[in-house]
């Protein structure tokens, strides 16, 4: 049986949401997953396979995946790997694909891993959710781009098929690894 690992790096949840689901797909396919955040990461030594998924906060990644991936880069390449970005921009037709998505691009630009497998999700906008902080800059945001500004909005951008199709290209690549 092979083990996975799914690290996330999420704000409000949506991306730990994500890889539960995902979890899932993958515990169907009769794969061992273990889910961990990005800052307790278990030794990635102990997986035939890791998938690292973070959400965009105020335009950017967390930091600690751009840490985690610099002192781990050889044991991520010696593995079946992946990356997936989520975010509220995602929800765009024209900005839900790794080479379309701007944040998939500036993560590209700045790391030096190439993962294998790459995927774009949309986010989770659910106003009440937030500080009154991040509401107010969110609404901005989404008043610029022509997104709902209602206070009590609450939407799920997140396509599930296309979650469920990376686990399954994720759990396909390591048969395809260990057949290289």
Not at 35 to 55: C, E, K, N, T
Request: charged share 20%.
């Amino acid at each position: 049986m092979s083990k996975t690992l799914l690290l996330y790096s999420s704000v409000h949840g949506q991306t730990r949401k994500i890889c539960d689901v995902m979890a899932k797909q993958l515990g169907a396919l009769g794969q061992q997953v273990t889910m961990a955040a990005i800052d307790d990461a278990p030794d990635l030594a102990d997986f035939d396979r890791v998938a690292i998924g973070a959400s965009i906060r105020h335009g950017k990644h967390n930091p600690a995946v751009f840490d985690y991936i610099r002192q781990h880069q050889q044991q991520l390449e010696s593995k079946a790997n992946g990356f997936f970005s989520v975010s509220l921009v995602a929800r765009k037709p024209e900005k839900n694909t790794p080479e379309t998505n701007p944040y998939m691009q500036a993560f590209l630009a700045k790391t030096e891993w190439k993962p294998k497998q790459l995927a774009v999700f949309g986010g989770n906008l659910d106003y009440q959710g937030y500080g009154a902080m991040d509401r107010n800059i969110i609404r901005f945001i989404m008043w610029i781009t022509k997104g709902p500004t209602d206070p009590n909005t609450c939407i799920e951008y997140t396509d599930w098929g296309k979650v469920q199709e990376f686990a399954e290209q994720l759990a396909a690549q390591t048969l395809i690894s260990r057949a290289g």
